[in-house]
């Protein structure tokens, strides 16, 4: 298996200094890009790392959108008020989604194994 750790820093330095030079810039007057590109950056890179798994397809998304939103909300077209509720109900949606049994587990989850069954008398309590 290929390890893409390595990569993360180096390219989220690389996405920082972009959106930090659009801004300084002045492309798209109003907007922080280095805010905006950090969450689509961690967005893709989600996948990039992770794959496609149940963590990866609620992560993934949710920062891209919430990329999206932030320059819409930068560029007026889009209040607070409506940002948030829409983050909100997305994130219920994509946990929603990640639900669904196609979808894999990601490979760091270990669940606890189960107590093996054994015939215990029920512990006695005081009062």
């Known amino acids: 298996m290929n390890n893409k750790a390595p ?3 180096p390219i989220l330095i690389i996405l920082v200094g972009v959106g930090w030079l659009l801004t300084a810039q002045g492309f798209g ?3 922080n890009w280095v805010w905006t590109i950090g969450l689509g950056a961690v967005g893709i890179l989600t996948f990039v790392v992770s794959g496609f798994d149940k963590a990866s397809v609620v992560v ?4 891209l959108l919430a990329s999206i939103l932030s ?3 930068q ?3 889009l209040s607070l008020d409506v940002e948030v509720p829409v983050l909100v109900i997305s994130i219920g949606i994509l946990l929603l ?3 669904h049994p196609a979808i894999p587990k ?7 194994p189960a107590a093996p ?3 215990k008398e029920p512990k006695k309590m005081r009062l």
């Open 97 to 99: 989604v990640a639900q």
């Open 117 to 119: 069954e054994e015939a």
């Open 60 to 63: 993934g998304p949710f920062f």
């Open 75 to 77: 560029t007026d077209h």
């Open 29 to 31: 007057p109003g907007v």
């Open 7 to 9: 990569l993360i820093v």
């Open 106 to 112: 990601p490979g760091w989850y270990e669940p606890t």
């Open 71 to 73: 320059v819409l909300r």
